[in-house]
């Protein structure tokens, strides 16, 4: 089941220093160097994988754009705040 | 010093499976799985680290798309061909 972006919007407050575009959770990593970065992506990857939901990730030098939603039902889900979850966990641990 | 349009285009016989946007010279791979799309990314990443030249990385599950120009002279250079090169090698070694 989607939410709505009211719905959206209202949950955001759980999650640490995501937005919503309108299409997917958004959140923007800046790191003190590319291989942070690509390290970071790395156990972005290993949360991902366990969960079986796969951000698109896109890798600017010391930066890394995350976004997720859910392709099979066209908008966020459970299953999006859900990996934003793991993410931020990954993001902590670093 | 930054190559024309007509120069790109004459020297991407050179490399395997780009092309050229207008700006950047392009290649996208497509792997059998997500986790293997990641690992090639650390593949290009360590070589794009000892290059000192790094190329914008985009993963979308299975498919990786790479784009490198030289910022600094805001064209495509030599240095770029040499990256696109190592990410080749990256490739076939994989």
Redesign the interface.
Known sequence: MTFSEDQVRARLSELDGWSYDGKDLVRLCVFPS??DA?RF??RV?EA??SANH?P??????DSVRLAVHTHSENGVTERDFALAKEIDRAINIA
Request: proline letters at 0%; a negative charge.
């Open positions: 590319f291989m690509i992506v790395g990857a991902a994988e796969h698109n990730i896109d890798i600017r030098y």
